[in-house]
């Protein structure tokens, strides 16, 4: 109970436009209840699959979006053994490499806002359990028509065609590129925020939905950061 209150106090401290605030908890009956602020219009997902007879146009897709739920992975694995890994999180928005290392990171998230991003613009989640199994995977579906040079055939039927091309089709491009399989092939999120902002054209994709330029500069920047590690130890050895 103190790890939990001290995890949730933590959390409360957390400001952010884009986060639901955690108000706090209340403890009734032997449940624990986490307060959240109110949101009216409910959750993105609700909206997009739980009401067939209303739907968002493509200016309402976004809106002002808050990430709820943020940081409670950590209270998921409280008492687990050490040397077990549990990976928290919903099928499709999980990086491949998460279930090999049970470490998120960065490249993880970014892989996570890719597969939001193709849900939004094609009105499907990414894995369709009752879809053919061609049909299951979202993003082989945007790859396939993307390789077939009709991309926008992946945008969600409901907007009738009643959108900006040019956003559509970054949007699809831009979650192929983030939610690659490759690690070194997804952008930094200041990459993500740049192409959706239009300081910076998106990169040129192959038939894999794979960029180079991408590819080459994340691989600088590991690089760079190993040569950091190398000559901060090199300073340590040096010193004794």
């Known amino acids: 109970m103190k790890e939990f209150v001290a995890e949730i106090v933590s959390?409360?401290?957390?400001?952010?436009?884009?986060?639901?605030?955690?108000?706090?908890?209340?403890?009734?009956?032997?449940?624990?209840?986490?307060?959240?602020?109110?949101?009216?219009?409910?959750?993105?997902?609700?909206?997009?699959?739980?009401?067939?007879?209303?739907?968002?146009?493509?200016?309402?897709?976004?809106?002002?979006?808050?990430?709820?739920d943020f940081g409670l992975a950590r209270l998921y694995e409280h008492g687990s053994n050490p040397e077990t890994t549990h990976v928290v999180g919903t099928l499709g928005y999980i990086a491949p490499e998460l279930t090999r290392t049970g470490k998120?990171?960065?490249?993880?998230?970014?892989?996570?806002?890719?597969?939001?991003?193709?849900?939004?613009?094609?009105?499907?989640?990414?894995?369709?359990?009752?879809?053919?199994?061609?049909?299951?995977?979202?993003?082989?579906?945007?790859?396939d028509c993307w390789r077939r040079g009709a991309i926008l055939e992946a945008a969600d039927p409901k907007l009738e065609s009643e959108y900006a091309v040019e956003e559509v089709e970054l949007v699809l491009k831009l979650g192929l590129l983030c939610a690659n399989q490759i690690e070194l092939a997804r952008p930094s999120m200041r990459q993500v925020m740049q192409f959706l902002e239009g300081e910076s054209p998106l990169p040129e994709l192959?038939?894999?939905?794979?960029?180079?330029?991408?590819?080459?500069?994340?691989?600088?920047?590991?690089l760079d950061d190993l040569r950091s590690c190398s000559s901060a130890t090199g300073s340590v050895f040096e010193g004794r």
């Open 11 to 68: 959390l409360g401290q957390l400001r952010h436009r884009n986060l639901v605030q955690l108000l706090g908890y209340c403890r009734r009956k032997g449940e624990l209840l986490l307060v959240y602020d109110f949101m009216p219009n409910g959750s993105l997902d609700k909206f997009l699959f739980d009401h067939p007879k209303s739907k968002l146009n493509w200016g309402q897709s976004v809106l002002n979006g808050k990430l709820g």
């Open 104 to 143: 998120a990171s960065t490249s993880t998230d970014v892989y996570s806002f890719g597969a939001f991003l193709l849900e939004v613009a094609c009105g499907r989640r990414p894995i369709d359990t009752r879809a053919l199994p061609e049909k299951m995977i979202l993003h082989d579906v945007v790859l």
């Open 206 to 222: 192959s038939s894999d939905g794979i960029s180079e330029s991408v590819i080459a500069m994340r691989s600088g920047e590991v």
